[in-house]
């Protein structure tokens, strides 16, 4: 059986040496690297005193909570004048209405934002603390916590790193006759097309979840776009989504559209997770970050990671996309910044990044970390495999980023693609003016 399927292939672990891609693609323009620098100036982060007072950690992440929780008991042990308080949202929610929570230390002691937008909104108001110069930065991998620093200062520490490519039932692809990844696009929709012939669902796509209907689109355009720059290049006026390669991504949603399930455009992603979770489904087109999620509801076969491959095989640039979030930052404004910078050292030792990980099914950018998890180690050869910082987050006006992903949305609804990217592209000159 070829690599994709390789249930015998070693767990590779975060060395320098394995993650030449993820150096590469960082690099690269999604990095956030060349950002906008803050207007604002942050405080010092006071990492000096003793860890005391009850941290409010906001992130999105409800269904770690459980595994959070045990290391919260663990680190009052370790600082039994500390504690810590978990503060959760919806992810849609997070996206919207965190930076007006944790501005004022309202909540958000020590806070998560979502790689691209939010990052930067919150970096230009002033409420990371720089972690530039701290000692937690040792613990990372140099190459990976790009998507956290603003003009050379490092303002938060991406914590997960995610696969945003179409989580596979590799069960389901045996029974299709398919023991590797399609290479080219008719490679694809004969995969597809086999599911189908099986009486699977082929293709699982939350439609009508602004959060995860995007996710897609990461893939469909890592080797169409003239450049892996093509969102940012969107953004600022010299592409457009009229534009020929983006037109040939929309044709190729709408030969997607015969193998989505039912109602697509309106599904949520707590519904096609349900789908995929009990078998019904191939491909499930969020990420790996759903892994844990389709274990809890009771999933028993393997999994695997499968990316439309839009193009030839020899015109293929990626094998896959891969991100960098849950960008882990301290309150500027926070009044108990030792007991946050605490906690942030705690998450961030080899060990405990090592339960998260293995107890939330998510990799991590910390160094050293052992991946015990069975689904980690079944996805674990995606982290030297040649893969592209996700686009999608390359987009820092969210207005523009919807439009472009509405008209996905709308020629799976039944648009046809050139009315569709006509449209979308008016909002994104209104959006720029």
């Known amino acids: 059986m070829p690599s994709y399927l390789d249930r015998r292939a070693a767990l590779r672990l975060f060395g320098a040496a394995g993650l030449g891609l993820a150096a590469a693609a960082c690099a690269g323009p999604g990095s956030g690297s060349g950002s906008t620098a803050s207007s604002a100036s942050p405080s010092a982060l006071a990492t000096s005193g003793t860890p005391k007072g009850t941290v409010s950690f906001a992130h999105w992440r409800a269904e770690d909570k459980a595994v959070l929780a045990g290391l919260i008991e663990a680190f009052v042990k370790k600082y039994p004048d500390a504690g810590v308080e978990q503060d959760i949202s919806p992810s849609a929610d997070y996206q919207s209405t965190a930076l007006r929570r944790i501005q004022g230390s309202k909540t958000g002691d020590l806070f998560t934002a979502f790689r691209g937008a939010q990052f930067e909104q919150i970096v230009k108001a002033g409420v990371y603390a720089p972690l530039t110069g701290t000692g937690v930065l040792a613990r990372y991998q140099a190459s990976l916590i790009g998507p956290g620093a603003a003009q050379g200062v490092q303002y938060g520490l991406p914590y997960q790193l995610v696969f945003n490519m179409p989580l596979a039932n590799t069960d389901a692809l045996d029974k299709a006759g398919h023991g590797s990844a399609p290479k080219d696009w008719d490679g694809f929709l004969q995969l597809l097309?086999?599911?189908?012939?099986?009486?699977?669902?082929?293709?699982?796509?939350p439609g009508g979840d602004s959060a995860n209907a995007g996710q897609l689109l990461n893939t469909m355009v890592m080797n169409n776009a003239p450049s892996d720059d093509a969102f940012t290049k969107i953004e600022s006026g010299t592409y457009k989504v009229t534009d020929d390669w983006f037109l040939k991504t929309l044709e190729q949603y709408a030969e997607l559209t015969p193998y989505l399930q039912a109602r697509a455009t309106g599904s949520t992603t707590d519904a096609v997770t349900q789908l995929f979770a009990e078998g019904k489904a191939g491909l499930l087109a969020t990420g790996?970050?759903?892994?844990?999620?389709?274990?809890?509801?009771?999933?028993?076969?393997?999994?695997?990671?499968?990316?439309?491959?839009?193009?030839?095989?020899?015109?293929?640039?990626?094998?896959?996309?891969?991100n960098t979030t849950f960008v882990l930052g301290v309150n500027s404004a926070s009044k108990v910044q030792p007991a946050a910078y605490a906690f942030l050292e705690f998450l961030s030792d080899p060990a405990n990044a090592g339960t998260y990980a293995n107890g939330t099914g998510q990799h991590v950018t910390v160094q050293g970390v052992e991946y015990t998890n069975t689904d980690l180690k079944a996805v674990a050869p995606w982290l030297t495999r040649k893969t592209l910082l996700a686009p999608r987050f390359q987009f820092l006006n969210l207005d523009i980023r919807t439009a472009v992903e509405n008209a996905t949305v709308a020629v799976v609804g039944g648009k046809k693609p050139a009315q569709a990217a006509e449209e979308a592209q008016r909002v994104i000159d209104q959006k720029r003016s």
């Open 193 to 205: 097309d086999d599911l189908k012939a099986r009486g699977y669902t082929p293709l699982a796509w």
């Open 288 to 322: 790996s970050f759903q892994m844990a999620g389709v274990r809890a509801l009771g999933a028993t076969f393997p999994f695997d990671l499968v990316a439309p491959i839009t193009t030839t095989a020899a015109q293929a640039k990626y094998e896959g996309v891969f």
